[in-house]
């Protein structure tokens, strides 16, 4: 399959093209961004706005494999979708996702993923589409070049993100209340968060906990 690098996202495409794939793609909204997949989740074109969710050119992208954009959180819980998608159990997916930008700032947001058929029904392609979160830069912890914890604080958050309370935690960790309660309030100024709810949040937010996984784990990027 032949395409050009950049996809321009002007109108709503349907119908069949020369190459026999058969398809409805709605315009996608300012922000969004919209690239095309082979079979093996390799980026083949995209729009403006897909490049620039990534910080990245189409020389760049293209060519690479989905999965290489996003951070270690999250390519378990797509590999299952797109297998279904492959293997034709389904058409159609959405998830949330945290992207790696190439300036080593990660986003969130929303993949959607549908499946292309070519003229003898079988997978020809793949077109996702990928939202972000609107989030105020900054309040953004992701911002930041890259807000790193000693291995007790990424303890202390793993323990926050399961629903532990302090009392768990400082047993479990050996420490008293009042030294969880110091880290507790430590990241919550380094991460702007008014409360735990919203640490977890934020946390997850910059891709510092693992996504599909439980207990969630801090990835080992952002531990010191």
């Known amino acids: 399959m ?89 058409t159609r997916f959405s998830e949330r996702v945290v992207g790696h930008r190439s300036s080593g700032h990660p986003f969130s947001g929303v ?10 029904d079988g997978l020809s392609a793949i077109v996702v589409l990928v939202k972000p979160d609107n989030h105020t830069p900054e309040d953004e912890p992701g911002t930041q070049r890259r807000l790193l914890l000693s291995p007790l604080e990424a303890r202390i958050l793993e323990g926050v993100a399961t629903g532990a309370s302090t009392i768990q935690m400082a047993s479990n960790l050996y420490l008293s209340r ?33 996504v599909g996984t439980w207990p969630a784990r801090v990835v080992s990027d952002f531990v010191k």
């Open 2 to 90: 032949t395409l050009s690098h950049t996809i321009p996202v002007t109108s709503s495409t349907s119908g069949q093209s020369d190459n026999g794939i058969r398809t409805r793609v709605s315009t996608a909204e300012h922000g969004t961004g919209m690239a095309t997949l082979d079979s093996d989740l390799r980026v083949q074109a995209g729009n403006d706005d897909f490049f620039r969710c990534f910080a990245g050119s189409s020389a760049e992208l293209c060519g690479r494999n989905l999965f290489e954009l996003l951070r270690p959180s999250s390519p378990a819980v797509l590999r299952e979708h797109f297998l279904r998608l492959h293997d034709g159990r389904r």
């Open 111 to 120: 993949l959607t993923a549908t499946a292309v058929q070519g003229s003898s």
């Open 178 to 210: 009042q030294g969880v309660e110091y880290h507790v309030g430590s990241m919550l100024r380094k991460m702007k968060a008014r409360n735990r709810a919203a640490l977890i949040s934020r946390a997850y937010a910059a891709g510092m906990l693992t």
